[in-house]
């Protein structure tokens, strides 16, 4: 059975909470150093790429309202494949760059 789209939705709000939860306060030296902090948020990041490939089989008009969302997927795919190239800078280029953008847009889907 196909499940709701805003339940979808909830998903990445929720892993992109505790992204942001995870470093709040923290530098990205601070990031760096801390292997707990390093695997809680890639764990998050690869849930939120696992729901847009999801969304992209049932829900694709619903995808291609969410910017970069084929990237998202990638990156998800780099964090659980290539464990041995993941770059502490790029995840946390994406905490510092991103992750606000994709949960903006997240919210505004919910409520449109």
Known sequence: MKRDAKAYLHDIQEAGKH???FT????????????LVKAAVERKFAVIGEVLVRLREDYPGLLERISDAEKIIGFRNVLVHGYDIIEDATVWSAIESNLRIL?????????G
């Open 19 to 21: 992204i942001l939860a």
């Open 24 to 35: 709040q306060g923290m530098s990205m030296e601070d990031y760096c150093r801390s292997e």
């Open 103 to 111: 949960l903006q847009e997240v919210e505004s889907l919910q409520n």
